[in-house]
């Protein structure tokens, strides 16, 4: 069984420029997961997916991240216009209904260097 | 707020000796618990988890007790190997968000 997918895998821009993130969940899953891990700190939602539909953007910051999942199936993450404390690895994770004792299944990263 | 807390690392043993790594937590209501291993260049694997007080989750020699009188949810090995270096986090999940809440993770280095 394929994993999550993630691209790119590494990512350096200047601050004010834009970024995009690819993730491929595993197929069949249903819930999709951001999560941003700043260095030397546990991994963070950003924002949930149920199919298409978003479940929890509450630590999501909408005045520069974006996030959509139009069919239901791979998802794009958005930061525009970045800065230098959006420096992370963005984790993508999927489960397969959402529920609390599911388990989640996390991507590589991309790990993002904003200078 | 819903929150856990993990010892500091880095936590260096050699071959063969035991490991504990503590963690604690803070939620409402009774929450699942989970350790996940990132190795290094790797993405987050889900190591060991219960959902129930008393529960003991168990992987690769790994143990894990779920006590909810001491809000506790230590990691353990007896006889940790080289291979068994990476970081490792501790999580809870609630049934009232879904979303996996971590500590800041505790490095581990083996050495020969």
């Known amino acids: 069984e394929a994993g999550v997918a993630q691209s790119p895998r590494y990512k350096i821009i200047e601050k004010r420029q834009s970024v995009a993130f690819w993730c491929n969940p595993i197929s069949g899953h249903a819930t999709l997961y951001w999560y941003q891990q700043i260095l030397g700190q546990g991994p963070k939602l950003l924002i949930q997916?149920?199919?298409?539909?978003?479940?929890?953007d509450s630590q999501l910051p909408k005045d520069r991240f974006s996030a959509e999942r139009l069919k239901g199936v791979d998802s794009t993450l958005k930061i525009q216009p970045a800065k230098l404390e959006d420096s992370a690895v963005y984790l993508c994770?999927?489960?397969?209904?959402?529920?609390?004792?599911?388990?989640?299944?996390f991507g590589p990263g991309t790990r993002l260097l904003v200078l | 707020g819903d929150s856990v807390t993990q010892m500091e690392g880095p936590v260096t043993l050699s071959e063969e000796a035991f490991l504990t790594i503590n963690c604690t937590y803070t939620?409402?209501?009774?929450?699942?618990l989970f350790w996940y291993v990132q190795y290094p260049g790797e993405g987050l694997q889900l190591l060991l988890k219960a959902t129930k007080a008393d529960d003991k989750g168990s992987n690769k020699g790994f143990e894990a007790t779920y006590r909810k009188e001491t809000t506790s949810f230590h990691l353990e090995k007896g006889s940790v190997q080289v291979s068994d270096s990476a970081v490792y986090f501790c999580a809870l999940r609630t049934d009232s968000s879904y979303k996996l809440i971590f500590g800041s993770g505790t490095r581990l280095l083996v050495r020969p």
């Open positions: 939620a409402t209501g009774y929450p699942s």
């Open positions: 994770a999927s489960s397969l209904y959402g529920q609390e004792q599911e388990t989640q299944y």
């Open positions: 997916f149920q199919n298409n539909g978003v479940v929890d």
